[in-house]
């Protein structure tokens, strides 16, 4: 008579098995959830700017844990806002219904659920510590503006600044040098305008004969703030330099052709 193989080691090899398939579970989610927190961009410490929009409606939201304060600023609706203004979008919003601009806490929460809203440059982490933070601020201390037809340049510059002035920029006051090594006129007083809307101190603008693909940033000894915001936020090369090879300025950054095609600028 053929003998039956043990049950148990049918038994065993099964327990095997679906061990192996949590554990390759959990090590995805695990994955997943270090490079959401990589990718996440709110750090509940600087100014952090959303746009928010729908077919009718576009405002820009200033969030400021420097200062604890947020500002709210009713803009034109444009394909290219952040061009249009000089000033940085860190996420946006698509609405497909009313944008609830003062209940911003239930906004953002929404937008961690399929409830018809589009979401760029915001993961979940994101838009759970925007709805955190923007639970945690008084009505007070919450500002609404507009930057639409009728202004002039004067008004517009003075909303700008009071709008998106970054304190810990404004604070740290780098002397900054732009070099536009591109073949576009105007792109380095566009530049320079752009870190004078964020509270940066730009000193000098000028042209190259060389021109560069990439662009660059290059700072005097210790990294700074000024130097993680804007190479990070234009994805520029870094160079590190002794303080001892300083000149005029405390940055020095070269306009490349990657920027002048850039869509954050």
Request: aromatic share 8%; glycine share 6%; hydrophobic share 40%.
């Amino acid at each position: 008579m053929l003998k039956k193989k043990p049950q148990k080691n049918n038994l065993k090899l099964a327990g095997i098995f679906i061990s192996a398939v949590l554990g390759l579970i959990l090590l995805s989610f695990i994955v997943k959830l270090f490079l959401i927190v990589q990718d996440s961009k709110f750090d509940g410490k600087h100014k952090f700017n959303v746009l928010l929009e729908n077919r009718s409606e576009s405002y820009i939201v200033s969030l400021s844990p420097e200062t604890r304060s947020i500002s709210t600023v009713k803009v034109s609706p444009s394909q290219d806002i952040n061009k249009q203004l000089d000033i940085p979008i860190d996420g946006s919003i698509k609405e497909k219904g009313n944008i609830n601009i003062n209940n911003l806490s239930t906004l953002f929460l929404k937008a961690d659920f399929p409830f018809g809203q589009k979401v760029n440059g915001l993961t979940f982490l994101d838009l759970i510590r925007l709805a955190l933070f923007s639970r945690t601020i008084s009505a007070g201390s919450t500002y609404s503006r507009e930057l639409t037809g009728g202004l002039s340049m004067a008004q517009k510059n003075t909303i700008i600044s009071l709008t998106f002035t970054d304190s810990t920029i404004y604070e740290e006051n780098q002397s900054i040098e732009v070099v536009n090594s591109t073949k576009v006129n105007g792109l380095g007083a566009r530049f320079a305008a752009f870190i004078s809307n964020i509270g940066g101190n730009p000193i000098l603008v000028s042209n190259s004969e060389n021109e560069e693909s990439r662009s660059q940033i290059i700072y005097y000894g210790k990294e700074s703030y000024t130097v993680k915001k804007l190479s990070s936020y234009f994805n520029l090369i870094k160079q590190a330099r002794k303080p001892s090879d300083r000149g005029i300025s405390d940055v020095i950054i070269i306009l490349g052709n990657d920027l002048a095609k850039s869509n954050k600028f």
